[in-house]
């Protein structure tokens, strides 16, 4: 079974410092993916990242970046620069390489940026 | 030029009616999902299909029943409607193939309130 947690129901950050949102997960799956998603208040799902287990270098995608730690079980999500269009939930999720394919939530981070 | 639609994305209806959502992608993926948001915003899975094929059957009441009458679709109908089943309904879409990074893509959401 997978578990992905987040621990930090709500963040505050001022415009234009980074955040970092926390995930740890459990999985007894060998290969895995880790991803996050951003779901603003118009309520679509935005894919940001992934990262895959057997990745050697953390994942980067513009402002964002996953520092992942393997041996810890972490996954966690670092905005550098905020904007105020980053006000958002921010989702931890995962799923297996092989066989099942659904994505295991965490229970989401409420990020509010402040001017 | 919409990846994954849903239709229709607000549905007010009262307990005990029939009610259906549509799923489309145009993403040609073979693997689509339907998940689930509750008023606390945790998304789970219900079911997914890979190419017209039922691989995951989460423990849902079976007054729900999905149909994919061909991989481009996923239909999601309820019967008997109840208040717990107000929620948010985000169908999905993924290459199916095993590994890499794979993103979901998700529709805008179905918000359904059940009165």
């Known amino acids: 079974a997978q578990k992905i947690t987040q621990t930090q129901p709500g963040m505050f950050v001022q415009e234009k410092e980074a955040v970092t949102l926390d995930c740890t997960y459990d999985?007894?799956?060998?290969?895995?993916?880790l991803f996050w998603y951003k779901q603003p208040s118009s309520g679509e799902m935005i894919f940001l990242i992934y990262?895959?287990?057997?990745?050697?270098q953390n994942a980067t995608e513009g402002r964002y970046s996953l520092n992942f730690q393997k041996a810890r079980k972490s996954a966690n999500l670092v905005i550098s620069a905020s904007q105020l269009g980053d006000s958002a939930m921010y989702f931890c999720?995962?799923?297996?390489?092989?066989?099942?394919?659904?994505?295991?939530f965490g229970s989401g981070t409420r990020l509010q940026v402040q001017p | 030029d919409t990846a994954v639609s849903q239709t229709p994305k607000y549905l007010v209806t009262q307990m005990g009616n029939d009610k259906s959502i549509k799923c489309e992608q145009n993403?040609?993926?073979?693997?689509m999902y339907w998940y689930k948001q509750d008023s606390k915003k945790f998304l789970k899975i219900m079911f997914s299909?890979?190419?017209?094929?039922?691989?995951i059957n989460e423990t849902v009441p079976n007054r729900f029943s999905p149909k994919s009458p061909d991989k481009a679709h996923l239909n999601l109908h309820i019967n008997s409607l109840e208040l717990g089943d107000s929620a948010v309904y985000f169908c999905?879409?993924?290459?199916?193939?095993?590994?890499?990074?794979?993103?979901?893509?998700f529709g805008p959401g179905t918000r359904l309130t059940v009165t």
């Open positions: 299909y890979n190419n017209k094929e039922l691989i």
């Open positions: 999720a995962m799923r297996a390489h092989t066989g099942r394919r659904a994505l295991t």
């Open positions: 990262q895959g287990s057997y990745d050697q």
């Open positions: 999905a879409s993924s290459s199916g193939t095993s590994g890499g990074g794979n993103e979901q893509y």
């Open positions: 993403l040609g993926h073979d693997t």
């Open positions: 999985t007894s799956d060998p290969s895995y993916g």
